[in-house]
């Protein structure tokens, strides 16, 4: 059974930072494709970041030079670093793993960047 927890939600003014942390179990994430997705209220689920087993990562567009996805394989661990957050960042936040053995999702960590 893989889990993914996520953590480091909260409330921060624009401009400000935050990170998040999404621990795992039951897989390893040096094996997976590791994510973040957000989704706001009456949107939907879009993609942040991704870094691949190989350590590769892409952005969306909209976080380019802002966010950072980073794995940390001792601690079975993916952050996301968020600098110069913007009101429209206000999300639910999930951890994705996509692994041969499945895909699975966190339970999700709110940001809310107030204006």
């Known amino acids: 059974q893989v889990q993914l927890v996520e953590s480091g939600g909260g409330l921060v003014q624009a401009g400000g930072s935050l990170r998040l942390s999404c621990a795992a179990s039951g897989s390893t994430v040096s094996r997976s494709v590791m994510g973040w997705h957000r989704q706001a209220p009456g949107k939907q689920r879009e993609l942040v970041a991704r870094?691949?087993?190989?350590?590769?990562?892409n952005y969306a567009d909209f976080v380019k030079g802002r966010f950072t996805i980073s794995r940390d394989n001792a601690k079975n661990a993916v952050y996301l670093q968020m600098t110069s957050l913007k009101p429209e960042d206000t999300a639910v936040y999930y951890c994705n793993a996509d692994s041969r053995g499945g895909n699975y999702w966190g339970q999700g960590t709110q940001v809310t960047v107030s204006s």
């Open positions: 870094i691949y087993v190989g350590g590769g990562e």
